[in-house]
């Protein structure tokens, strides 16, 4: 477990390869992130502050909260594919932590594949990166540590600006619904009334009508 020089964000990465760790924890100080690196989602699990409880089922583990984590984590990116725990699985126990839910969760694979692409973002994670992991890749992680830092920071004002955006939708579907003005009508009733007469003089001017009549004058030759 390495930890970095503290800048603004910190970035918990995981993954059991030593090769990609590395990889990820060279771009993320590129990009100026705090960065702790792990080798398996319980590791993780431990950082964060979450225990597995020993006597409970393997299969089912219960977590249950630990107070001795002193570095907040800003975001978790992890790789899919780890032998025991998978990222999905550390996914899905981040979420269903009432402490830690706001975290945003990466996920990194070497393979692509639709379904566990989907099952990743439906389960909450933020993004899903295909291996190699690019300097542009994490470029797009800024963004959503940002957002969870102002609900932390400001979670009034949060709901204050969900509340107006909310409110702006419901405006616009009201607008949609309703009629349109009566002055609106009244030039709608003249434009059709116009409309109509054009069209009735234009059906009105056969082909004969539009060009002079030479049928009573003879043609010599």
Not at 98 to 124: A, K
Not at 132 to 145: E, F, G, T
């Amino acid at each position: 477990m390495t930890v970095a020089a503290e800048p603004q964000f910190h970035v918990l990465a995981v993954d059991d390869s030593i090769i990609d760790r590395k990889l990820i924890e060279r771009l993320l100080k590129t990009s100026s992130y705090q960065v702790t690196t792990v080798d398996s989602g319980s590791k993780a699990l431990e950082f964060l502050g979450l225990h597995e409880d020993d006597q409970s089922n393997p299969d089912t583990p219960s977590i249950s909260p630990n107070s001795h984590q002193e570095v907040e984590v800003n975001l978790i990116i992890t790789d899919y594919c780890m032998p025991g725990m998978t990222g999905y699985d550390l996914l899905k126990k981040v979420k269903e932590s009432s402490s830690l839910r706001d975290i945003p969760v990466v996920i990194m694979s070497s393979e692509n594949v639709p379904s566990r692409i989907s099952r990743c973002l439906e389960e909450g994670a933020e993004e899903f990166f295909l291996k190699p992991v690019r300097l542009s890749d994490l470029n797009r992680l800024r963004p959503h540590m940002m957002k969870t830092k102002v609900k932390k920071q400001n979670p009034d004002q949060q709901e204050k600006i969900e509340e107006i955006e909310n409110s702006d939708i419901q405006s616009q579907q009201r607008l949609q619904q309703q009629p349109p003005p009566p002055e609106h009508q009244h030039q709608q009733q003249q434009q059709l009334p116009n409309n109509n007469k054009r069209k009735s003089m234009e059906e009105g001017l056969s082909s004969d009508r539009t060009r002079p009549r030479y049928n009573d004058i003879a043609t010599f030759v």
